[in-house]
């Protein structure tokens, strides 16, 4: 038996795709998730996805703020690590409802650190973002870059950094690794699991995808009279699959002796417009996507893309798959469930 490893928000979108190749990897995995933004169905999927591997999957419903569920799980189970994901993710109700934010994303995190320490487990991967550089004054952004959130969103992750940073001065015992990652697109080959937005989707090809399959009539552009190539924002767009294979590259690289708090991008160091990546979606589906243009969206930056060397010196990991595979993959997940993992066509 191999290794036994805590995924939280396990079921959620970028937590399935990477619980699915801990799997595969050998590695037990337990999810604990409060499927607020994730469905059941997904942890059902993996399991199927990961055929014998499967057996060594197992779910618990837990919310992190609930620290005598996790302390009971923590008693039962001895873990080697944890990949941190759960957190609410919207930037725009980030705006609107920021306690929520706060209480959900950090005492959730402070809590879990609470009770790892108090178990001896001191080796977590936190599944940060691209949204720490705030609008970054040049590219690509590198690790090094000045952090800056332009959101509560992205300062719930900069302040779970830094509490990161401050345990690990605190006790060198700690080994953590801050994955920032840039813009998740795409989904598994099999088309068996995907992302499904609870709500109106806030991200660019969750969008694109529900106007494809009729959900929604037309893809609103926020902005093209940025100064870039066809005026539209630009965004380092990152197949899942290689996300998931990054927190793997991540998980081995907690065993090396150097590792104290290290950061790395996970991105692919190439800049997309949002109209490149219609025109890529268009060209995977078939299928005219009808645009809204709008003013842009305050607090969205103009250029972002990720400079991936210390990722794949240290971690010896690089992206593989490009716009048109994500793009290929992520049509094949809508078409195959067009209502993500409701059971039929509900509506939202």
Same mark, same amino acid.
């Given at each position: 038996?191999?290794?036994?490893?805590?995924?939280? #928000?396990?079921?959620?979108?970028?937590?399935?795709?990477?619980?699915?190749?801990?799997?595969?990897?050998?590695?037990?995995?337990?999810?604990?998730?409060?499927?607020? =933004?994730?469905?059941?169905?997904?942890?059902?999927?993996?399991?199927?996805?990961?055929?014998?591997?499967?057996?060594?999957?197992?779910?618990?419903?837990?919310?992190? %703020?609930?620290? /005598?569920?996790?302390?009971?799980?923590?008693?039962?189970?001895?873990?080697?690590?944890? $990949?941190?994901?759960?957190?609410?993710?919207?930037?725009?109700?980030?705006?609107?409802?920021?306690?929520?934010?706060?209480?959900?994303?950090?005492?959730?995190?402070?809590?879990?650190?609470?009770?790892?320490?108090?178990?001896?487990?001191?080796?977590?991967?936190?599944?940060?973002?691209?949204?720490?550089?705030?609008?970054?004054?040049?590219?690509?952004?590198?690790?090094?870059?000045?952090?800056?959130?332009?959101?509560?969103?992205?300062?719930?992750?900069?302040?779970?950094?830094?509490?990161? %940073?401050?345990?690990?001065?605190?006790?060198?015992?700690?080994?953590?690794?801050?994955?920032?990652?840039?813009?998740?697109?795409?989904?598994?080959?099999?088309?068996?699991?995907?992302?499904? /937005?609870? #709500?109106?989707?806030?991200?660019?090809? /969750?969008?694109?995808?529900?106007?494809?399959?009729?959900?929604?009539?037309?893809?609103?552009?926020? #902005?093209?009279?940025?100064?870039?190539?066809?005026?539209?924002?630009?965004?380092?767009?990152?197949?899942?699959?290689?996300?998931?294979?990054?927190? $793997?590259?991540?998980?081995?690289?907690?065993?090396?002796?150097?590792?104290?708090?290290?950061?790395?991008?996970?991105?692919?160091?190439?800049?997309?417009?949002?109209?490149?990546?219609?025109?890529?979606?268009?060209?995977?589906?078939?299928?005219?996507?009808?645009?809204?243009?709008?003013?842009? %969206?305050?607090?969205?930056?103009?250029?972002?893309?990720?400079?991936?060397?210390?990722?794949?010196?240290?971690?010896?990991?690089?992206?593989?798959?490009?716009?048109?595979?994500?793009?290929?993959?992520?049509?094949?997940?809508?078409?195959? =469930?067009?209502? #993500?993992?409701? /059971?039929?066509?509900?509506?939202?």
């Amino acid at each position: 038996m191999g290794k036994t490893i805590l995924v939280t #928000g396990g079921a959620g979108y970028i937590g399935s795709h990477t619980v699915l190749q801990c799997l595969l990897g050998g590695f037990s995995t337990v999810i604990v998730d409060n499927l607020d =933004n994730s469905s059941e169905v997904a942890v059902d999927r993996v399991r199927e996805l990961a055929g014998d591997s499967g057996k060594n999957l197992s779910f618990h419903k837990i919310d992190l %703020r609930d620290k /005598p569920a996790l302390e009971k799980l923590f008693t039962s189970t001895k873990f080697e690590a944890v $990949i941190h994901f759960a957190g609410l993710k919207a930037v725009g109700e980030s705006v609107q409802k920021p306690l929520l934010y706060y209480n959900n994303n950090i005492v959730g995190t402070i809590t879990l650190l609470e009770v790892m320490a108090a178990h001896g487990c001191k080796k977590i991967v936190f599944s940060s973002s691209a949204t720490v550089y705030g609008w970054p004054k040049v590219v690509p952004c590198t690790e090094e870059f000045p952090l800056a959130a332009a959101n509560p969103y992205g300062r719930t992750k900069l302040y779970i950094e830094e509490i990161c %940073r401050d345990i690990y001065r605190s006790d060198s015992e700690w080994k953590i690794i801050l994955l920032r990652y840039f813009n998740p697109v795409g989904a598994h080959h099999s088309g068996y699991i995907g992302e499904d /937005p609870h #709500g109106i989707p806030n991200n660019l090809m /969750p969008f694109v995808q529900q106007v494809a399959v009729g959900r929604r009539p037309a893809l609103t552009v926020f #902005g093209n009279d940025y100064n870039t190539k066809d005026g539209t924002g630009v965004r380092d767009y990152v197949h899942v699959d290689d996300l998931a294979h990054g927190h $793997i590259a991540a998980l081995n690289k907690l065993d090396a002796a150097s590792i104290g708090c290290e950061v790395y991008n996970l991105g692919t160091g190439k800049g997309t417009s949002v109209l490149e990546m219609v025109a890529a979606f268009e060209k995977a589906s078939r299928k005219k996507i009808p645009l809204v243009i709008a003013g842009r %969206r305050p607090g969205d930056a103009e250029v972002v893309y990720a400079s991936t060397d210390k990722a794949e010196r240290e971690l010896n990991w690089k992206a593989k798959y490009n716009i048109d595979d994500m793009c290929r993959d992520q049509w094949n997940w809508a078409s195959k =469930n067009p209502y #993500g993992y409701a /059971p039929h066509a509900n509506g939202d």
